[in-house]
T-cell receptor, first 113, second 114 residues
């Protein structure tokens, strides 16, 4: 039981390049989330998926797209990376909805130069 | 605007000592409050969760309190250990009709030294 896994762990992009961050969970959770964490700030929600087949914008969705591929997998795509997207990205999942504990992955450290 | 503030920003204590971390929030309507521990380079891990009707919750050496009237919470760590060195994040959920919106505090960085 691996919990929430994320790939890659580290990534360096040049401005304008694209990439997809992968996330998978093996806890049969309905809800999945993508956050970014910047120094001195709390985690901020980028997108979430309350259930398979649905996605919704969070607090900071601009510059990102997501895909809920199936119940297990939720990917985050940067179409044209910008230096402002340099951050640590966390994927999380929860059992039914926001009221349940969220389990976090180990994070992806992304640097855009 | 709903916000979560934490103090102090950072704290250094000697191993074996106790400490208390503070969380103030302006989130309304309130659903629940969680404390997470985040080790360096890892994702946050839940320590406690409290709803409106709960004013204290313990998890081993961690005890969280909640005063919903003053919108304050504290996390008390007893007999600190080196492994307690981490960032502690207060997370408050805003109740909405279809889901609870989650707001993260900036965290308190705790260093426990020998």
């Amino acid at each position: 039981n691996a919990g929430v896994t994320q790939t890659p762990k580290f990534q360096v992009l040049k401005t304008g390049q694209s990439m997809t961050l992968q996330c998978a969970q093996d806890m049969n959770h309905n809800s999945m989330y993508w956050y970014r964490q910047d120094p001195g700030m709390g985690l901020r929600l980028i997108y979430y998926s309350a259930s398979e087949g649905t996605t919704d914008k969070g607090e900071v969705p601009n510059g990102y797209n997501v895909s809920r591929l199936n119940k297990r997998e939720f990917s985050l795509r940067l179409e044209s990376a910008a230096p402002s997207q340099t951050s640590v990205y966390f994927c999380a999942s929860s059992g039914r909805d926001w009221a349940y504990e969220q389990y976090f992955g180990p994070g992806t450290r992304l640097t855009v130069t | 605007k709903n916000q979560v503030e934490q103090s102090p920003q950072s704290l250094i204590i000697l191993e074996g000592k106790n400490c208390t971390l503070q969380c103030n929030y302006t989130v309304s309507p309130f659903s629940n409050l969680r404390w997470y521990k985040q080790d360096t380079g890892r994702g946050p891990v839940s320590l406690t969760i409290m709803t409106f009707s709960e004013n204290t919750k313990s998890n081993g050496r961690y005890t969280a309190t909640l005063d919903a009237d003053t919108k304050q919470s504290s996390l008390h760590i007893t007999a600190s250990q080196l492994s307690d060195s981490a960032s502690y994040i207060c997370v408050v959920s805003e109740m909405k009709t279809s889901y609870d919106k989650v707001i993260f505090g900036p965290g308190t960085s705790l260093s426990v030294i020998p």
